[in-house]
C-alpha cells in the first residue's frame, strides 16, 4: 500500500510503499513525511531503498537501527558532499546547502545490505526484485515485488520525465519507460503519485508520459530562433522545463533546467532534428 506524504508525494517529498505478509513489512524509501515515518518506525522490519535521491531519503535517521538495503551504484557515497559532487559537480556547494536547508538532511544513510542489478533478495518472506533504471541516475532501480512493480522516479506526473543529472539519459530513460511497459506485474505504483494502478493503466500512463518528453523536445525547437546557434544557458529560463524557480531554488533550478536542455539538445542532434557547431545549437528549419 502507497503512504501518501502531506502534498501528496509532490517534490520535494515522495510516496513510500509499504509491503506486508503475515509476519514481515517492509518500507521502500523515506521521504513520505516525519508524522508518517514515525508512526512506521516500528512496524516495519526493514527499508528498502530505490536510489539515494534527498527526496526518498529525507527521514533516514528515524529509521536508522532499521536493517536497510541500498543499490550497490549508491553504496560509496557517504556522505552529503559526496553526493552533491556527483549530482552537481558545478555547483555541488548550492546543491549542499539546498539538500540541508530544504529538506535537512545531514548525511545520506549508510549501508548496511547492498543490493545488485536484477538479483533477487528477500527479506525474512518478501522477495524483492531490483530492476536497473539508471536513465534517472546511475543508481536508480524500479522493484518488482510479488506481483507489484513499484516504478519509483518513473513517476507518471504531469511534469514529465526528468533527467537532469549529468549521469541521466533521454535515451535511457526512454528504455527505462520502455522496460516498464514489459514487465508482468498486476499492480504499478510511483514514489509522486498516491495510488495504485492496474498494469493496464498503467501502461496508458507511461505512454502519455514518453509524449511529455516529445512535448519538451518540441518546445526547445520552438525556443530556438532559426539558424541562430544557440546555447543550453541561453535557451534556460524560458519555460522549457520549468515554468518559475522556486523562491530560494533558483541557482539550483536553473542549473538543472540547463542540464536538461543541453541533453535535449543532444538528443535532438542524434536524431537529426538540430546541428551541433562550435558556436552552438541551430534549428536549421
Known amino acids: 500500500m502507497p503512504i501518501t506524504g502531506p502534498r501528496k508525494g509532490k517534490f520535494p517529498e515522495s510516496n513510500c510503499l509499504l509491503v ?3 509476519n ?34 529525507t527521514y533516514h535517521h528515524l529509521l536508522a537501527r532499521k536493517p536497510s538495503y541500498i543499490p550497490v551504484q549508491d553504496q560509496s557515497y557517504q556522505t552529503l558532499e559526496e553526493l552533491a559532487k556527483r549530482y552537481a559537480p558545478e555547483i555541488w556547494r548550492d546543491w549542499l546547502n539546498y539538500a ?3 529538506f535537512k538532511i545531514k548525511e545520506p544513510p549508510q549501508p548496511i545490505h547492498v543490493y545488485e542489478s536484477w538479483q533477487t533478495f ?52 526512454i528504455n527505462d519507460i520502455n522496460l516498464a511497459k514489459r514487465i508482468d506485474a498486476k499492480t504499478v505504483s510511483t514514489s509522486h503519485i498516491p495510488k495504485i494502478l492496474t498494469k493496464t493503466e498503467a501502461n496508458t500512463r507511461l505512454d502519455h508520459y514518453l509524449e511529455k518528453l516529445n512535448q519538451q523536445l518540441t518546445r526547445t525547437l520552438e525556443n530556438m530562433s532559426p539558424n541562430t546557434p544557440q546555447t543550453p544557458r541561453g535557451l534556460a529560463g524560458k519555460g522549457i522545463i520549468y515554468k518559475r524557480y522556486l523562491p ?26 538540430v546541428q551541433k557547431t562550435r558556436f552552438g545549437y541551430i534549428n536549421p528549419r
Request: proline share 6%; net charge negative.
Open 24 to 57: 514481515t513489512s517492509i518500507l521502500v524509501d523515506a521521504g513520505c513525511g516525519e508524522e508518517n515515518i514515525h508512526r512506521l518506525r516500528y512496524r516495519i522490519d526493514a527499508i528498502v531503498y530505490t536510489h539515494i535521491h534527498p527526496d526518498h531519503i
Open 100 to 102: 540541508r536547508s530544504i
Open 122 to 173: 528477500r527479506i525474512h518472506g518478501i522477495e524483492v526484485q531490483p530492476i536497473p533504471a539508471p536513465g534517472h541516475t546511475r543508481g536508480h532501480h524500479m522493484l518488482l515485488i510479488d506481483n507489484h512493480l513499484h516504478l519509483s522516479d518513473i513517476d507518471l506526473t504531469p511534469f514529465g520525465p526528468w533527467y537532469g543529472h549529468p549521469e541521466s539519459s533521454i535515451q535511457s530513460f
Open 248 to 273: 530560494g531554488m533558483e541557482t539550483v533550478m536553473h542549473y538543472f533546467e540547463t542540464q536538461i536542455i543541453y541533453k535535449i539538445l543532444e538528443h535532438l542532434t542524434y536524431t537529426g532534428q
Open 20 to 22: 506486508k505478509d503475515t
